[in-house]
């Protein structure tokens, strides 16, 4: 019992500075150190119940952990995200001397099925893009928030990082860091130029004020504030968006990465080609982008109609 005991203390020690080691990489965003902590978390709790030492639970052990998780009824693709968190803890013990082979490169990720992106159609978003109430700061400041989801197709991490500094309204462009903090320019509609420009042209300050807020000079500026006056976090943006959507009646399921499906597949149906979206959303693959292809039947069977010598 007192190694186990001694284990499981060894673990939780390795686990946090694990944590602490993809902390500090720019590559790591706020939201996957979230996911990784929890189901590192999970996992320690999980050999604590089972008196399974967690840096030494072998091929057998962890495949006894997924198989529970399965049994939980866990989704493939979250018992995929488990393993994958665990994989990777591993690799990192095994770089820094802790344990001398990475268990987890014996076990098979589960087989998550493919299922195509939602998307949004045309009357609900327009919809959800009237949803705010323009007569309040919060209102304005929401508006932003929609159209640029919108325009730009941008995870809701980036969103959360913009700062003012981040536009050129004169250019209408805005300049996102997605995964990697690889960095691209994205151009944007002139009804989400508007709408960024009218939130600060008063209700962004008015959000400060209201908070008793002051603001340095110099300095980041951050785009979106909360009523208590502090940048929004993904976590706020996703609740907003949340209250937002109920408003307009639209299903439960519609979250922000359903709004950079939509981007995607609205710009595929309107005629833009395949390697542009991919550049607009910061994919690093193109085969990643190739998906929304399947949403757009009528862009395939018009180029086949104009390109082909029978069409």
């Known amino acids: 019992m007192g190694d186990l005991a001694s284990s499981d203390s060894r673990a939780l020690e390795a686990v946090d500075d694990f944590i602490a080691h993809i902390a500090g990489f720019e590559g790591f965003s706020p939201e996957t150190i979230?996911?990784?902590?929890?189901?590192?978390d999970a996992y320690l709790a999980w050999s604590q119940r089972s008196g399974i030492s967690a840096l030494d639970p072998g091929v057998r052990g962890l495949r006894r952990y997924l198989a529970e998780l399965k049994a939980a009824r866990y989704a493939p693709r979250t018992i995929a995200a488990?393993?994958?968190?665990?994989?990777?803890?591993?690799?990192?013990?095994?770089?820094?001397?802790?344990?001398?082979?990475?268990?987890?490169?014996?076990?098979q990720m589960p087989k998550?099925?493919?299922?195509?992106?939602?998307?949004?159609?045309?009357?609900?978003?327009?919809?959800?893009?009237?949803t705010p109430?323009?007569?309040?700061?919060?209102?304005?400041?929401?508006?932003?928030?929609l159209e640029l989801f919108y325009a730009t197709g941008a995870r809701i991490a980036e969103l959360s990082h913009l700062d003012i500094e981040s536009f050129d309204l004169e250019t209408g462009t805005v300049r996102l860091f997605g995964k990697g903090s690889k960095e691209r320019i994205?151009?944007?509609?002139?009804?989400?130029?508007d709408a960024v420009r009218d939130y600060l042209d008063g209700p962004r300050?008015?959000?400060?004020?209201?908070?008793?807020?002051?603001?340095?000079?110099?300095?980041?500026?951050?785009?979106?504030?909360?009523?208590?006056?502090?940048?929004?976090?993904?976590?706020?943006?996703?609740?907003?968006f949340r209250v937002l959507c109920r408003k307009a009646g639209l299903p439960a399921?519609?979250?922000p990465h359903v709004m950079r499906h939509t981007f995607a597949?609205?710009?595929?149906?309107?005629?833009?080609?395949?390697?542009s979206v991919q550049e607009l959303l910061g994919h690093a693959s193109l085969s990643t982008t190739t998906l929304y292809t399947h949403l757009t039947p009528g862009r395939l069977k018009a180029a086949v109609k104009g390109s082909h010598p029978r069409g």
């Open 133 to 145: 109430d323009l007569g309040s700061a919060e209102g304005v400041r929401d508006r932003a928030m």
């Open 265 to 275: 597949t609205d710009l595929l149906s309107g005629g833009a080609d395949l390697r």
């Open 186 to 193: 994205v151009p944007m509609y002139r009804k989400a130029v």
């Open 253 to 255: 399921d519609v979250t």
């Open 205 to 240: 300050d008015s959000l400060l004020a209201a908070a008793g807020r002051r603001e340095e000079g110099a300095g980041r500026h951050a785009l979106f504030i909360s009523s208590r006056g502090n940048r929004m976090d993904a976590n706020a943006l996703r609740y907003r």
């Open 34 to 40: 979230r996911a990784y902590q929890g189901h590192l």
């Open 82 to 107: 488990h393993l994958s968190a665990i994989r990777s803890f591993f690799s990192w013990a095994v770089v820094v001397g802790i344990v001398p082979a990475n268990p987890a490169d014996a076990v």
């Open 112 to 130: 998550i099925p493919k299922s195509l992106p939602k998307t949004v159609g045309t009357t609900d978003m327009r919809r959800l893009l009237e």
